[in-house]
């Protein structure tokens, strides 16, 4: 299958792929639940990073309100876009080459993210990645988190793309899960977990070879 001609797009999971920002959430979770008398542990704090803070909440504050979880939850984020105006992100390694790359030969591309809208705002100006990123898909679009593969879905519709011809970048099990379940192709980047179940698995972005992104789907064509 020729796939020069037809709409194709990335998905970009935000945090592990896009930027590491994993010191910014354990403060801001450790500071926000220890202003309500919980104690989290760096262990807790691995075990639950990436879920919806929903889920997270609940985890530990089984009897907590909608009201209560919003409030928690609301100064976490707020402690967290603190922290990365202050403190400031990088992109990682080969990141900003895929991004020029893949807008040069006409992908299009989305961030796809179960973080809240505003978390998003605040690191795609901070990183001046404006350009590149023709929709978001966030925690206030999607009803179900990874790896349901709704906020993927959401954003390939957003771009008007099949999910067939979309490649989701990700760093943790539950997206290349959601990804696989979204009927899309999956680059594992192992920046958080030791192993990935992916279509391609690569330790960074820099190691990824030219054409990776138009391999992938050259290989569904034609299998």
Not at 40 to 47: G, K, M, S, V
Not at 72 to 92: C, D, I, N, S, T
Not at 203 to 208: F, G, I, K
Not at 212 to 220: N, S
């Amino acid at each position: 299958m020729d796939t020069r001609h037809t709409a194709r797009a990335a998905l970009w999971d935000v945090d592990g792929t896009l930027i590491d920002s994993r010191e910014y959430h354990w403060l801001s979770w450790h500071g926000a639940l220890e202003a309500e008398g919980f104690r989290l542990t760096r262990e807790q704090f691995d075990e639950t990073f990436g879920r919806r803070n929903e889920e997270i909440l609940l985890c530990y504050f089984p009897s907590y309100t909608a009201a209560d979880i919003a409030r928690v939850g609301e100064a976490k984020e707020e402690a967290y876009r603190r922290l990365v105006g202050e403190r400031g992100v990088e992109l990682l390694p080969g990141v900003r080459r895929w991004l020029d790359r893949l807008k040069g030969e006409g992908w299009l591309q989305a961030v796809a993210s179960s973080a809240p809208r505003r978390n998003l705002d605040a690191i795609i100006s901070a990183l001046g990645l404006e350009p590149y990123f023709a929709a978001v898909t966030s925690a206030e679009d999607v009803t179900e988190g990874k790896p349901d593969p709704q906020v993927f879905l959401n954003a390939a519709a957003r771009l008007g793309v099949a999910p067939r011809s979309c490649v989701v970048v990700e760093d943790a099990p539950a997206g290349t899960e959601a990804a696989r379940r979204a009927g899309m192709r999956a680059i594992g980047v192992l920046s958080s977990h030791a192993e990935l179940s992916a279509d391609l698995v690569v330790r960074t972005l820099a190691e990824l070879p030219d054409g990776a992104f138009e391999d992938l789907l050259a290989e569904r064509g034609n299998g």
